[in-house]
């Protein structure tokens, strides 16, 4: 099994899916746009993978670089650590966090964030090698391994809750131009919230500063209802009808009396 590395230059010969956004309607993964992977090489991404048959990679950069929602000096960021085929006993898994935590020996220590769609399964993992829960936000951890005891303790950058866009009932939609893929899909997740009656505000990230300020933690995108953090996935009709169903409109639009059916949902639905 060899390991090798993916850089500005062979790119092309080896494609890295981005496994942050699948498609909200078969569950497969976009490809990012060249000029996206191309300015993260430029600011520190690494990208290790293994000649299995099937996609075995793992992505880090130096956790100032990172486009998440947190502050960690000095230490490596992991993005992503995938492996499409069957790794029940997480040897390929293992194999590539060991290579990334070499490479990394010289720093803080390393950190990832989780979500709600994968904390079962990674955690478990992460805490056989050592990683430990740093900082919890609802639907999120951020584990670590610290290599130097005396570093400080990384955060989120923001609370969802300490943070806010504008209170104009609007729907707002921040993103990260990585894929054209994942910008067709914002395209039509902002029409069906449209058809749901509501006004949508597009805001392009245009830096790791925007990400990490975003009120998303994590970074590239982020859904906010009424200054809420809502989600930070790709979501098709249903998904967004759902969501928007497990709400409590009439608590969030007070102003408007009986605009909304009892418990959640558009008077118009």
């Known amino acids: 099994m060899c390991l090798?590395?993916?850089?500005?230059?062979?790119?092309?010969?080896?494609?890295?899916?981005?496994?942050?956004l699948q498609n909200p309607t078969n569950g497969k993964y976009f490809q990012y746009n060249k000029n996206w992977i191309m300015a993260r090489f430029k600011e520190g991404l690494t990208i290790k993978m293994l000649d299995t048959p099937t996609t075995s990679f793992i992505?880090?950069?130096?956790?100032?670089?990172?486009?998440?929602?947190?502050?960690?000096?000095g230490y490596t960021f992991i993005h992503h650590l995938f492996v499409e085929e069957?790794?029940?006993?997480?040897?390929?898994?293992?194999?590539?966090?060991?290579?990334?935590?070499?490479?990394?020996?010289?720093?803080?220590?390393?950190?990832?964030?989780?979500?709600?769609?994968?904390i079962e399964t990674l955690a478990p993992f992460y805490e056989m090698h050592g990683f430990s829960e740093i900082a919890h936000l609802p639907g999120f951890v951020l584990m670590g391994k610290k290599f130097i005891e005396s570093a400080k303790v990384p955060t989120f950058a923001l609370s969802v809750y300490e943070y806010?866009?504008?209170?104009?009932?609007?729907?707002?939609?921040?993103?990260?131009?990585?894929?054209?893929?994942?910008?067709?899909?914002?395209?039509?997740?902002?029409?069906e919230f449209e058809r749901l009656g509501f006004q949508v505000k597009m805001r392009k990230l245009e830096s790791i500063s925007d990400a990490r300020q975003s009120g998303s933690p994590y970074g590239t995108l982020g859904i906010f209802l009424d200054g809420e953090f809502l989600s930070h996935r790709l979501m098709n009709e249903t998904q967004i009808e759902e969501l928007i169903g497990t709400l409590d409109l009439n608590e969030m639009y007070p102003e408007v009396h009986n605009l909304y059916d009892a418990p959640h949902h558009r008077s118009f639905y």
């Open 59 to 73: 992505e880090y950069v130096p956790a100032e670089s990172s486009w998440r929602g947190i502050l960690a000096p």
């Open 4 to 20: 090798y590395t993916v850089t500005a230059q062979n790119f092309d010969l080896n494609p890295i899916p981005c496994v942050d």
């Open 164 to 191: 806010s866009h504008d209170k104009s009932h609007d729907v707002i939609i921040s993103y990260a131009d990585q894929s054209e893929f994942i910008l067709y899909y914002l395209y039509r997740m902002k029409m």
């Open 86 to 118: 069957d790794d029940a006993d997480h040897q390929l898994k293992s194999e590539l966090l060991r290579c990334s935590e070499q490479d990394s020996k010289d720093t803080n220590g390393m950190l990832t964030v989780l979500d709600h769609t994968n």
